[in-house]
């Protein structure tokens, strides 16, 4: 008897069930179908700046995400593979042995995952890759440009997709019939497979919140309609204490545990439910300012890691060690900028008034090489995001998408945003664990 074709949905940053296209086509197409994540290696090597691609705080949420995915999958009737290796090296081994004839994946454009995908094709070139675009608030067909036309001003984007753009709705996952009777000898990775040691957070952060789909959407429902914070967000929107201040989606859409337009749709029926008014568009508007870092870097490519940014403008950067470990460490001349490195270096967090904050101080004050602070985000950030990451830093060291070339005065930030020295307070005494 010939066995049956099996489809293959290849997880990468679209680690969730409900709102996946690739899972929707996968399940439309194929009775059985077989899941896969791998833990790439590479993701956790020593990068050209020194440091270790990702670190602790984003590994431990990414292996509360799959430990969730695997899990909501399970009940989907669909089997998570899941190996820590590279996935040029699983894959064809998977499509030999379980007779797969299709995969299903989320589309990337930035080079190493470009490259990852371009190998494992090279080595399948009878299987069928079947990409999708899944990481937009605005779908590239949805939006009123051509991507080699986007504009260089967030405004005009933002305008111009506010007016002749809509947003998708959720698609919906059923249950595979069948249950898969696939042997599965693969395992989660623990921190300790991964290279760490065992991870303490300060008791201190900001986010104390776990990886996964289903803590997404609890968080989502407790932010939206429990507290109705949701409500209240531009007003504290830039916050530097306690777990509320923001949203705190950023590190579930970085994974792909949530979707933007899961958030979206939601923003939506609480401004039907309950209330309408600058705080609920503000956090539409800061998913618009997400898709537009995606879109600038699908536009131009590799130029967004590049020293001289998308504008190829040439600075006197300097590498100084001293200084790059002052920065690190918290240790410059500047307390608001101590206490925000001593929080993102003790619990992987920084909130973005913060960010932009010490990006601007790192390129405009210290003259240090951008790429550096933005590999060192990297590294820290649970929410670190390509297209977001890189685009905000190209943003503050002025190779990027700001016509006024700002550089934030940090003594003035600080008088304004911890007026009270509440959190320079709170990160510049001994951390108690």
């Known amino acids: 008897m010939q066995k049956k074709q099996v489809g293959l949905i290849w997880f990468k940053n679209d680690l969730r069930v409900n709102d996946n296209v690739s899972l929707l086509k996968a399940m439309e197409n194929n009775e059985q179908l077989i899941a896969l994540y791998c833990f790439d290696p590479r993701q956790f090597e020593i990068d050209c700046f020194g440091f270790k691609k990702t670190e602790k705080f984003r590994a431990k949420f990414l292996i509360e995400t799959v430990t969730e995915l695997k899990q909501n999958l399970a009940s989907k009737n669909i089997t998570l593979f899941v190996y820590f290796n590279k996935p040029e090296a699983v894959i064809p081994n ?3 042995d379980l007779n797969i004839a299709s995969i299903y994946l989320q589309k990337e454009w930035t080079q190493e995952e470009v490259t990852v995908v371009r190998n ?4 399948l070139p009878n299987i069928a890759f079947i990409e999708s ?3 937009f608030l605005f779908h590239p067909k949805d939006i009123p440009f051509e991507i080699d036309k986007i504009p260089n001003m967030f405004t005009n984007f933002r305008k111009k997709c506010e ?7 959720e698609v919906s996952i059923t249950r595979l019939p069948n249950v898969n009777i696939v042997t599965n000898n693969t395992k989660i990775p623990s921190l300790k497979d991964l290279g760490f040691d065992d991870l303490r957070t300060s008791t201190k952060t900001a986010f104390p919140f776990k990886g996964g789909e289903n803590e997404a959407l609890k968080r989502l429902d407790d932010y939206f309609f429990v507290t109705k914070k949701l409500a209240y967000y531009k007003q504290t929107r830039n916050g530097l204490v306690g777990a509320d201040y923001s949203s705190k989606f950023s590190a579930w859409l970085a994974n792909g545990s949530i979707s933007a337009r899961t958030i ?3 923003i939506k029926a609480f401004e039907k439910e309950h209330t309408k008014n600058q705080s609920t568009y503000w956090l539409i508007f800061e998913l618009i300012w997400r898709d537009y870092f995606k879109y600038i870097s699908l536009k131009h490519d590799n130029s967004i890691f590049k020293i001289e940014g998308i504008l190829k403008k040439s600075y006197d950067w300097k590498i100084e060690n001293t200084l790059v470990q002052n920065w690190i460490n918290g240790e410059t001349k500047e307390p608001f900028v101590n206490a925000n490195m001593i929080e993102l270096k003790e619990t992987g967090w920084m909130s973005n008034r913060g960010r932009q904050n010490f990006a601007s101080y790192f390129a405009k004050e210290l003259l240090l090489d951008w790429r ?4 060192y985000f990297e590294s820290l950030l649970i929410d670190y995001d390509v297209h977001s990451n890189y685009g905000n830093w190209m943003y503050v060291a002025g190779v990027g998408n700001d016509p006024r070339d700002r550089k934030f005065n940090v003594q003035l930030q600080a008088e304004r945003y911890d007026a009270n020295k509440k959190f320079r307070n ?3 005494q001994q951390t108690l664990f």
């Open 133 to 135: 675009y899944d990481q």
């Open 163 to 169: 007016k002749y753009s809509s947003v998708k709705r």
């Open 426 to 428: 709170l990160w510049l």
């Open 94 to 96: 998977l499509v030999e």
């Open 120 to 123: 494992t094709k090279n080595l």
């Open 264 to 266: 979206y749709w939601n």
């Open 372 to 375: 550096i602070g933005a590999a």
